[in-house]
């Protein structure tokens, strides 16, 4: 970690960092998907240049929020993967959004369908729709047998239905044969989704999946359109799961050690205010620590993080710096206004978050 850099901070090694964004994109290509990133990740619109110019289509975002964010960056093709339920205020922000920007939202029931198309009526460009599948993960979407339901109310509701999408959270699992499995699931929902809408005169359709713990399994065929987001820094959750090697890891937080209260134990400066408060149970404690083999984070509060060390190793002194990889790293990133670009160990620019806090 740099000595110039003030902790606790978020550094991203720009190097590992263009690497990660090259590779998957690479793997897009040449399996035949388009690549639209999940934004929510890092919330930058320097890292989503950079993401664009490797090839993506357009970004993922969560929110109208971080919709409008990425407008304002200039990116002109924005999917709100997301089943938004838009009042007054959503509404009058969706429709100037279409007037900029090629739009498509997630929706997944009849009722959302209809809220979304009279809150979006009369915008200058029709607004997209996506119908959301559930693919095993039960968090949102539908049913493949449901999607042409949702689907014929967005059309009479005047949305342009474009897709169907899924999420296979269910991927995100210790075993390979989870994700492996996920990705299967995945296949399948979709192409029984897709089939049944094209069979009621719905199309042509983006079929829209992927994570970054299913990378690894991607098959060309019935998926056309990957959205990721992780992958771009990776996190200590992905290296539990084996969905990238410790090499990949593009960002982690620099902190200073702040006491050595006893031989089996040392406190850093970086609490939850920056690591983020998100546990896995994939992962032991609250980070990874990659210059301390077996040391666990095994405490966070506000500003302090306490890290177990194992018997027999030796605490760094007061004042050392040390680099914790945060169990998730999206909330560690919407807990900071920038990122500290960082080539060979030196600090090359800093990088606004500027979508942190667009939760609406």
Known sequence: MPDTVATPSVVVDVDVLERNVERAARAARDGGFALRPH?????CPRIAELQLRAGARGLTVATVGEAEVFAAAGVDDLFVAYPLW???????????????????????????????????????????????IDSGHH??????????????????AGLAVEGVFTFPGHGYGHDPRARERAAR???????????????????????????TPTAGAWRPGTVDELRPGVYVFNDAAQ???????????????????????????????????????????????HGHLPGFPGAVVSALSEHHATVRIPAGARAPRP?????????????????????VAVRGGEVVDRWPVAARGANT
């Open 239 to 285: 290296l539990a799961l084996g969905s990238c090697r410790p090499e990949d890891v593009a960002l982690a937080v620099a902190a200073t050690v702040v006491s050595v209260p006893g031989p089996d134990r040392f406190v850093l400066d970086a609490g939850s205010k920056v690591l983020g408060a998100d546990t896995s149970p994939w992962v032991d404690g």
């Open 319 to 339: 004042g050392s710096r040390v680099a914790v990889v945060p169990v998730h790293v999206c909330s560690t990133v919407n807990l900071v206004d920038e990122l």
């Open 139 to 156: 968090r949102t979407g539908v049913r493949p047998d449901g999607a042409v339901a949702v689907a014929r109310a967005a059309a009479r």
């Open 39 to 43: 934004a929510k990740t890092h919330k």
């Open 86 to 132: 838009v009042d007054g205020d959503k509404g009058r922000r969706l429709r100037r959004l279409a007037g900029s920007v090629a739009l498509r939202v997630g929706v997944d029931s009849a009722e959302g369908a209809a809220q979304l198309g009279a809150a979006v009526r009369g915008s200058t460009r029709p607004v997209g729709v996506s119908v959301e």
């Open 185 to 211: 699931d995945e296949e399948r929902a979709l192409g029984e989704a897709a089939g049944a809408l094209r069979a009621a005169g719905f199309g042509p359709l983006v079929v829209s999946g992927g994570s």
